[in-house]
Nanobody
């Protein structure tokens, strides 16, 4: 089970940090990441991180504004989002999979959170 938090309403140019905690039952996961889905748009890869945080991958369009990280407790992941824009408005989903490689493909992730809504006003 994956539990997201940190979503909310923010003005353009503002920042938010999303958190995702994996429950004990999913302790075998290695790769964690984020996807987002805006109304009327396809689900989009945001970022992914390896089990120890040593390897990360961020969508090209988001590099420089979004940062993914993982704390010393392997089961917690963060997404720092800076300079948010209205086009970043979406439901953000935490994902995870038992794997050894990062992937941008949604179907390859086994576990999905319920999602947390991020709304950016102009």
């Amino acid at each position: 089970q994956l539990i997201e938090s940190g979503g909310g309403l923010v003005q353009a140019g503002g920042s938010l940090r999303l958190s995702c905690v994996a429950s004990e039952r999913t302790f075998i996961i290695n790769i964690m990441g984020w996807f987002r889905e805006a109304p009327g748009k396809e689900r989009e890869f945001v970022a992914a991180i390896s089990w120890n945080g040593g390897n990360t991958d961020v969508a090209d369009s988001l590099k420089g504004r979004f940062t993914i990280s993982r704390d010393g407790a392997w089961n917690t992941m963060y997404l720092q989002m800076n300079n948010l824009q209205p086009e970043d408005t979406a439901t953000y989903y935490c994902v995870a999979v038992r794997s050894i490689r990062l992937t941008r493909t949604a179907d390859e992730y086994t576990y999905w959170g319920q999602g947390t809504l991020v709304t950016v006003s102009s």
